[in-house]
């Protein structure tokens, strides 16, 4: 992309790098523990395991503005 079409168009690049997950998930998750990260906040979108499609579908036409989390929840009984 040219230059001046960031520019004028005030758009803003943004990245990451990955991190391995073998060092990186313990720490998230500790931090997640200790209420440092709001994890009911990244969730904006919940799916019981029978609306499985309707997700991908959601995902798929970008309907999702977040996370979505497919719920699995064994009956017990």
Same mark, same amino acid.
């Given at each position: 992309?040219? /230059?001046? +079409?960031?520019? %004028? *168009? +005030?758009? %803003? /690049?943004? #990245?990451? !790098? #990955? $991190?391995?997950?073998?060092?990186?998930?313990?720490?998230? /998750? =500790? =931090?997640?523990?200790? #209420?440092? /990260?709001?994890?009911? *906040?990244?969730?904006?979108? =919940? !799916?019981? !395991?029978?609306?499985?499609?309707? $997700?991908? =579908? +959601?995902?798929?036409? *970008?309907?999702? %503005?977040? %996370?979505?989390?497919?719920?699995?929840?064994?009956?017990? #009984?």
């Amino acid at each position: 992309m040219e /230059i001046a +079409k960031l520019v %004028r *168009r +005030k758009l %803003r /690049i943004l #990245g990451s !790098f #990955g $991190a391995p997950a073998s060092t990186t998930m313990p720490e998230v /998750i =500790r =931090r997640a523990a200790e #209420g440092a /990260i709001d994890l009911e *906040r990244l969730i904006t979108d =919940r !799916f019981a !395991f029978e609306e499985t499609a309707e $997700a991908y =579908r +959601k995902l798929n036409e *970008r309907e999702i %503005r977040g %996370r979505e989390v497919v719920m699995v929840e064994p009956e017990l #009984g």
